[in-house]
């Protein structure tokens, strides 16, 4: 059964940067498309970023594009999202799942999601 633990969160500034990591751990070998969604209190959630099982093509959320970076290193079983020029509406809980495209519902396996907490 896949794992997956996100870590990395915490309180950072405005304008500051965070990495965020998904670890994946299971008895399958196999590598996966995945994603970050977040979540807002309040809020729905929403999508930020996907990446092949490669790593070769990735997509974004047009709000998130040029400022986050989705990376994998399949090796290590691992997953990461870049956060730079943080602002206070990037507060959420960050989630990373197995899929493909913008919609949550399209996602098989989540992790239990870390905090981000941008201040002013």
């Known amino acids: 059964q896949v794992q997956l633990v996100e870590s990395g969160g915490g309180l950072v500034q405005a304008g500051g940067s965070l990495r965020l990591s998904c670890a994946a751990s299971?008895?399958?070998?196999?590598?996966?498309?995945m994603g970050w969604f977040r979540q807002a209190p309040g809020k729905e959630r929403e999508f930020v970023a996907a990446?092949?099982?490669?790593?070769?093509?990735?997509m974004y959320a047009d709000s998130m594009k040029g400022r986050f970076t989705i990376s994998r290193d399949n090796a290590k079983n691992a997953v990461y999202l870049q956060m730079n020029s943080l602002k206070p509406e990037d507060t959420a809980v960050y989630y990373c799942?197995?899929?493909?495209?913008?919609?949550?519902?399209?996602?098989?396996?989540w992790g239990q999601g870390t905090q981000v907490t941008v201040s002013s």
């Open positions: 299971g008895r399958t070998f196999s590598t996966y498309p």
């Open positions: 799942a197995r899929g493909w495209g913008t919609n949550h519902r399209e996602y098989g396996y």
């Open positions: 990446i092949n099982r490669v790593g070769g093509n990735t």
